[in-house]
Nanobody, 131 residues
Framework: QVQLVESGGGLVQAGDSLRLSCAAS?????????????IGWFRQSPGKEREFVAA??????????ADADSVKERFTISRDNAKNTVDLQMNSLKPEDTAVYYC?????????????????WGQGTQVTVSS
């Protein structure tokens, strides 16, 4: 019953910024509801495994970021439970950031980096960064 939709991807130049958004489709999966989920962002490039980028807790007060590619220094994850959205602000984009970006939900409030704990996935949005 949980459906997630990503948006905001596109083609940009190195050093530019993008803001990705993840929204629930159908039932409410985050926000002021009985059911509570942590939301994560993952990305996948051709020939590579899907990798963790960032995650945020139910209340938006706790977050986790990947160590690779200076993600913590350049990206910010946030959520607005009133609007049922989770955003990923990406600054200082590099060609290495080129990938399909997915949002995912896991039961419980605490964000984790383990992809195996995420049960519901969106279809992804393409981010391409040219040099």
């Amino acid at each position: 019953q949980v459906q997630l939709v990503e948006s905001g991807g596109g083609l940009v130049q190195a050093g530019d910024s993008l803001r990705l958004s993840c929204a629930a489709s159908g039932s409410t999966v985050f926000g002021r509801t009985v059911r509570r989920y942590a939301i994560g962002w993952f990305r996948q490039s051709p020939g590579k495994e899907r990798e963790f980028v960032a995650a945020v807790s139910w209340f938006g007060e706790r977050s986790e970021y990947a160590d690779a590619d200076s993600v913590k220094e350049r990206f910010t994850i946030s959520r607005d439970n009133a609007k049922n959205t989770v955003d990923l602000q990406m600054n200082s984009l590099k060609p290495e950031d080129t990938a399909v970006y997915y949002c995912a939900a896991k039961p419980g409030e605490r964000p984790v980096i383990d992809i195996r704990e995420y049960e519901f996935w969106g279809q992804g949005t393409q981010v391409t960064v040219s040099s």
